[in-house]
């Protein structure tokens, strides 16, 4: 695939997600009211971890869109006189929107299950802050499009603890539960995490891996379509019908 074409490929799905991901979370808070009374302790959270993921993503891919429009991804406008990497903000305000969507699945999958967080859970909190501070630190680099090999890899090990250690109470408690729907959201986590990996460990010296971005966004995508329609989609009465039926 040529340069040109991959940048196009980029461009078109960078505004179809965005498209998407907003349709979904203003849908929700449209719906709210549909929402029944057991599924609203975990609906309330999903909310606000999409909104939080589209609010980042939008600053990321969003500003990649501009910045291509500018005549490239180095494009640095300049900002009440100060030179500002579009791709660097991006980069940051989705790493800090993706910290905190993880603490927010970890809300969730207490109040799915009623569970205390316990030690654990305290561990992914701490790994989700110690993350925010590596991030405050200069060395990030935040101003280049391509960040310090050394410290991309430092906070996104610490991302992967967050991410993995929710992934993993998730699909315990849901399998034992026979949970259906958690079942499915942690494996769109799972999806998520195998494409983002290469691009982690490789995409410094392989470009090309930057495109498993793509399907990494499309695993996002779906457990906002799966949150949407299991638990907004439908009247809490109709639910509520549903769930009688099924016992009977």
């Not at 993503?57 to 990497?85: C, M, N, Q, W």
């Not at 890899?153 to 603890?161: E, I, K, P, Q, T």
């Not at 982690?200 to 891996?209: D, F, T």
């Amino acid at each position: 695939m040529s340069e040109s074409m991959r940048t196009w490929v980029e461009i078109i799905f960078n505004i179809s997600y965005l498209a998407v991901i907003w349709s979904l979370v203003v849908g929700m808070r449209r719906r709210q009211k549909n929402v029944s009374a057991t599924d609203a302790p975990v609906a309330r959270p999903a909310l606000w971890a999409f909104a939080l993921l589209a609010l980042g993503d939008t600053g990321h891919v969003g500003f990649r869109v501009l910045a291509y429009a500018l005549g490239g991804l180095e494009s640095k406008p300049v900002l009440l006189g100060i030179p500002v990497s579009l791709v660097g903000i991006g980069s940051l305000a989705t790493a800090v929107t993706l910290t905190f969507f993880y603490a927010l699945m970890l809300l969730m999958w207490s109040k799915r299950f009623n569970k205390p967080l316990g030690w654990f859970g305290w561990v992914l909190i701490g790994a989700g802050l110690a993350r925010l501070i590596v991030m405050a630190l200069p060395q990030n680099g935040w101003d280049q499009v391509v960040a310090p090999y050394e410290w991309s890899l430092l906070r996104n090990a610490l991302l992967v603890v967050q991410g993995l250690g929710v992934l993993y109470l998730i699909l315990r408690d849901a399998s034992q539960a026979k949970d259906n729907t958690f079942t499915w959201i942690g494996v769109m986590i799972a999806i998520s995490y195998a494409f983002y990996a290469p691009v982690i460990l490789w995409a410094a010296q392989a470009p090309l891996l930057g495109m498993l971005m793509i399907p990494k966004t499309l695993a996002y995508v779906g457990i906002a379509i799966l949150v949407y329609r299991r638990m907004y989609a439908h009247p809490a009465d109709k639910q509520e019908d549903v769930r009688l039926v099924k016992q009977v």
